[in-house]
């Protein structure tokens, strides 16, 4: 069975940092890699989704990469500012109706 | 701009209500999800829908049920609310095919006390 975890769990950082979140997975057969953002008490917005063929995957501060071979992803912030304080989930898909969650890693930005 | 939207944000039910939570999607997605989400235990899946009128057990399907009547919407049903159903309720969908990118709602916050 898929076991995802990310390490930390909880990070803080002064605004400015630069940082990176991390994704592990035990079960490297994967179609593709999502990452989400989520509020609290609120639902999940899609940040970023790599298929199993890419590397990497941009959009605007963000950008996430994937090893396959080395069961990882990683969720790299540039700039981070408080309006990401969040807590930022990875999600692997298995077969065609499940996705496997990781617990998450609860960020906080720091003014 | 993609959208999945939940009936309602909070819920305050008694045990025993027969409780309906909705999801409507604009994308016309196949499938459609419903999973909870608690402290320590992360989201689980509780049902899986791939069609109208098809559905299938998640992870956790005891004391739920599904419908799906129409493709851009896909009701949780709670037949007997209990207090161990205390959670956050989040609904998702993405299109057909090998697990395309998936798109949630703003989540239910359902309290049976």
């Known amino acids: 069975k898929q076991e995802v975890t990310q390490i930390p769990a909880a990070l803080s950082v002064p605004e400015g940092e630069n940082l990176v979140l991390n994704c592990s997975f035990t079960?490297?057969?994967?179609?593709?890699l999502q990452w989400f953002r989520q509020d609290p008490g609120k639902g999940l917005t899609s940040l970023l989704l790599i298929q199993s063929s890419q590397r990497e995957q941009t959009s605007g501060r963000l950008n996430a990469s994937l090893d396959k071979s080395s069961g990882r992803s990683t969720l790299y912030i540039a700039a981070s500012q408080p309006g990401d304080s969040a807590t930022y989930l990875c999600a692997v898909p298995t077969g065609a109706n499940n996705l496997f969650f990781g617990t998450g890693t609860r960020l906080t930005v720091i003014p | 701009d993609v959208k999945v939207t939940q009936s309602s944000r909070y819920l305050v039910k008694r045990t025993g209500e027969k409780v309906f939570l909705e999801c409507v999607q604009d994308m016309d997605h196949e499938n459609m999800f419903w999973y909870r989400q608690d402290p320590g235990l992360g989201l689980r899946l509780i049902y899986f829908?791939?069609?109208?009128?098809?559905?299938e057990k998640g992870d956790i399907p005891e004391g739920y049920s599904v419908s799906r009547e129409k493709k851009e919407r896909f009701s949780l049903i709670l037949e007997s609310a209990s207090t161990n159903q205390t959670s956050m309720y989040l609904c998702?969908?993405?299109?057909?095919?090998?697990?395309?990118?998936?798109?949630f709602g703003q989540g239910t916050r359902l309290t049976v006390v």
């Open positions: 079960d490297s057969a994967i179609y593709n």
């Open positions: 829908s791939y069609d109208v009128k098809m559905k």
């Open positions: 998702a969908s993405t299109v057909e095919g090998i697990y395309t990118e998936a798109f």
